[in-house]
């Protein structure tokens, strides 16, 4: 099978929320690997980060536009996310922070997008 063929068949069986849950656990296993390179490592450290910071901003975006259906406090709360994410990044980039807060936030985003299972669902 192609790649365009697989790219293609990925999308047709992946809803929106799919689709955010995948592309946070890329980026979060990106920021992990970045969290432990070498320090010099600044191309490895700068690509995690900036692609994170193109992820918030992004959802910062999207909670901006009033057509947005998510509740207004939640919306607010994601942009307030963004905004401390894009200071932490430059604080990240300076060593004057680390990576793990960035994780951390990611990877609660991530439960909240998490199908739920049959446990949870009962």
């Given at each position: 099978m192609s790649l365009q063929a697989y790219k293609t068949a990925t999308a047709r069986a992946e809803n929106p929320r799919e689709a955010e849950y995948r592309l946070f656990g890329q980026v979060t296993r990106a920021l992990m690997e970045a969290s432990r390179a070498d320090p010099s490592d600044l191309k490895t450290r700068i690509d995690a980060l900036d692609w994170n910071r193109r992820l918030w901003s992004t959802l910062a975006t999207d909670c901006a536009n009033p057509d947005n259906n998510l509740p207004a406090p939640l919306r607010a709360q994601l942009i307030s996310i963004s905004l401390f994410v894009s200071r932490h990044s430059s604080a990240v980039m300076r060593r004057?922070?680390?990576?793990?807060?960035?994780?951390?936030?990611?990877?609660?985003?991530m439960q909240g997008l998490a199908p739920a299972s049959g446990a949870q669902a009962a």
């Open positions: 004057e922070e680390d990576f793990e807060p960035l994780i951390d936030i990611n990877k609660m985003i």
